[in-house]
């Protein structure tokens, strides 16, 4: 069965960039493509983008070009940077495997936004 | 963008219950829809793919049908551990996948 796990700081200043990385376990990363979703705090979930093995990436246009999504098919991981940050950014960021629905899912990490 | 409205937002039913949440498209997504299970604390898990088709390990009492604009989710006989926040998610509008906003399942 396929493991995801984020990893990255659990907090980033305001106008930084957040950066996370999902390391996958159990199976390729040529198998799915992977997504970053991410939920504030007792609120909805946001779908924020996905990659494929070949780089080929697509993101939510309402975070407009503030997001990027790289993978490293050598080390199995996906990553995820975020320009510009505010408090708005806070929430549980997960990674997922799947590009239209969501198979497998890590544990979330929070990442707070604060000076 | 496509807004998807989950009804109801909160729902407290018994053990052994028939439980069914809908979800309203904004326009015509055919079956590009799915549902998730969010337990406290706990990431979601996709239970339901493409409005009917169940997850692979997932239970046969949860099921999904639909397709257009209304949609429904339904629990046939509610059990303790289903106690979770529902979503439904669309894909049709892409890159611009939605989920609702969410019903939080009580007992």
């Known amino acids: 069965q396929v493991q995801l796990q984020e990893s990255g700081p659990r907090l980033v200043k305001p106008s930084e960039t957040l950066s996370l990385t999902c390391t996958v376990s159990?199976?390729?990363?040529?198998?799915?493509?992977w997504s970053w979703i991410r939920q504030p705090p007792g609120k909805g979930l946001e779908w924020i983008g996905y990659i494929y093995y070949n780089g080929n990436t697509k993101s939510n246009p309402s975070l407009k070009s503030r997001v990027t999504i790289s993978v490293d098919t050598s080390k199995n991981q996906f990553s995820l940077k975020l320009t510009s940050v505010t408090a708005a950014d806070t929430a549980f960021y997960y990674c997922?495997?799947?590009?239209?629905?969501?198979?497998?899912w890590g544990q979330g990490t929070l990442v707070t936004v604060s000076s | 963008d496509i807004q998807m409205t989950q009804s109801p937002s909160s729902l407290s039913a018994s053990v052994g219950d028939r439980v069914t949440i809908t979800c309203q498209a904004s326009?015509?997504?055919?079956?590009?829809l799915n549902w998730y299970q969010q337990r406290p604390g706990k990431a979601p898990k996709l239970l339901i793919y493409d409005a009917f088709n169940l997850e692979t390990g997932v239970p046969s009492r949860f099921s999904g049908r639909g397709s257009g604009t209304h949609f429904s989710f339904t629990i046939s006989s509610l059990q303790p551990e289903d106690i979770a926040t529902y979503y439904c998610?669309?894909?049709?509008?892409?890159?611009?996948?939605?989920f609702g906003q969410g019903t939080k399942l009580e007992i």
């Open positions: 998610q669309q894909y049709d509008d892409v890159p611009f996948y939605t």
């Open positions: 159990g199976g390729s990363i040529s198998s799915y493509y």
């Open positions: 997922a495997a799947g590009g239209v629905r969501f198979h497998y």
């Open positions: 326009q015509d997504i055919s079956n590009y």
